[in-house]
């Protein structure tokens, strides 16, 4: 059974940091794709990052561009996403997921596995 286990979110305040760690089990790791997307209620799924099966690729959307990197460790099925200079519009609940698509990967839909999420919430 595929599990994905985000932890590390929480609140804080504007210009802050938060590294958020999702874990993985019952997938051979090293054969997908990592992203993480965020949600708020009554919105749709929001794509943030993602990192290539090896960890030499990775993208950013424009809104966390230069603020946010994203790291993998294929030894310990984990995947990081450090998040800087926090903003109130970064406030969201937080997602990591697995692809095995080459294509369409800033797509909700393109990715297999999701985690449960975690809340991130940045007060001004």
């Known amino acids: 059974q595929v599990r994905l286990a985000e932890s590390g979110g929480g609140l804080v305040q504007a ?38 099966w ?21 030894d310990e099925n984990t995947v990081v996403l450090e998040m800087n200079t926090l903003k ?3 406030t969201a609940v937080y997602y990591c997921a697995a692809s095995r ?8 839909w393109a990715y297999d596995y999701w985690g449960q999420g975690t809340q991130v919430t940045v007060s001004s």
């Open 88 to 90: 109130p519009e970064d």
């Open 15 to 52: 210009g802050g940091s938060l590294r958020l760690s999702c874990v993985a089990s019952g997938l051979a790791f090293r054969c997908f794709v990592m992203g993480w997307f965020r949600q708020n209620p009554g919105t749709e799924r929001e794509f943030v990052a993602r990192i290539s």
């Open 101 to 108: 698509y080459v294509d369409y990967l800033s797509k909700a």
């Open 54 to 74: 090896d960890g030499v690729t990775t993208v950013f959307a424009d809104a966390v561009e230069g603020r946010y990197s994203i790291s993998r460790d294929n």
